[in-house]
């Protein structure tokens, strides 16, 4: 059986405010009034993770982790609206209207052998970890260095285990403790170091990068359903471009989008198409606007439907069974990979089903089109299929004119469309 133990050293390094450049106006008051309660009742408790690295760099945090030594009973009886959640780690999120706090209590990589010991490892693989430590414990079993540094709001203090702050001027991303190690224990945390990578512009400390490259088999020892949340963390994270290019430089790729990565193989138009829809994710983000999961999976698996459409044309099954036969086949090959829930296979296959209907411009039939809850998703997925070159760039053209008019003016565009002018139409 598997022991591990990453060694941060004893005391740590204390930052003072003088010497740190933490902006507390940067903090949301939820986290500070958790800080505060647990703190008046006794317990310790810190900012920690992300949301210390994020203010040492200068961003404002998207969220705030609480790491206390408070027990997850005793932060629920601390604070009303409080759920107790997690199977494989406790952990309690603290509500305030929809958003919530996440706070943990001080978590220890506790020796597998030892009897008692509630950490299990299944070839290596951290598979139940819920033995409590003592903040030292706690930084040592977390990820990357820069992600294990607490923050002391009591004294405005940062407190450093593993020299991450050191870390983070040099922006570096480095692993504590031996990487190959830490990611056959959790091998999400390779997609994490690739994310932190493109999100951050981190460089990843040699001995952090090198075992990507022979490990990304070991992603198919996780769970579709944590890896579909891990796959749009990367492609929702604002860096999607970025993101996908770590994943192809570290050979991730096949483990995680095994049929984008076949279809890449000897098709550059559709590199170009995923890189136009992934610049558009980023785009969107960037700009406040709503993305869909639905959607960079219909990217990503584009070539895979339209391989098996062809196939059912063939075979002479008429269109519309067989739009959804191709699209239910392909969502479900790559679900046993990255769980797709069904509300976002059903989009998926709608937004693909759609792709014929752009073809016909002629009759009352376009206008009632534009009213269909996926109109706009599909619209958008054909512009990008028209950017890449699998379209005429007329078809973009003509629908984006059509919604921009006024009523009169559609009803004028309807009655003399132009017939089909795709010319790879499917
Ligand atoms: P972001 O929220 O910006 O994606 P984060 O580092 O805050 O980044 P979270 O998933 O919010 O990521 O996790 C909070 C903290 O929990 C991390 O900073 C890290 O210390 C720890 N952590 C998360 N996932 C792991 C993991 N797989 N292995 C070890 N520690 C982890
Ligand atoms: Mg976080």
Redesign the pocket.
Known sequence: METTEHSTGSAPQRISADEHCIDETKICEQAKFIVRGLLDAGFQAYL????V??LLLGIT???F?VATDAHPNEICDLFENSRLIGRRFQIVHVYFRRDYI?VSTFRALAKSTHSGSSTEFTNGRIVRDNTFGTIEEDAA????TV??MYYDLEHSQVLDFCDGLEDIYNRRLRMIGPADVRYRE?P??ML?AL??RA?LDLEIAEDTAAPILSMGHLLKEVSPARLFDETI?LFHSGYAVNCFHELEHYKILPNLLPFTHSALKDDEDFRTFIYAALENTDARIAGGKSVNPAFVFAVFLWKSYTKLLEQYNSQGIRYGEGAWEAGRSTVLQQSAVTSIAKRFSITICEIWKLQNRFSRKRGRKVLQFMQHPRFRAAYDFMCLRAQAGELDSYECKWWTKLQAAEPVEQRKMTQQGRKNKISKSI
Do not use: S, T, Y
């Not at 920690?48 to 949301?51: A, L, R, T, Y």
């Open positions: 920690v993770g992300g949301c690295r994020d945090p998207k969220d982790d996440e079993r977390r990820d990357f992600n294990a959790d999400v945390r994490r994310r932190f999100k963390k």
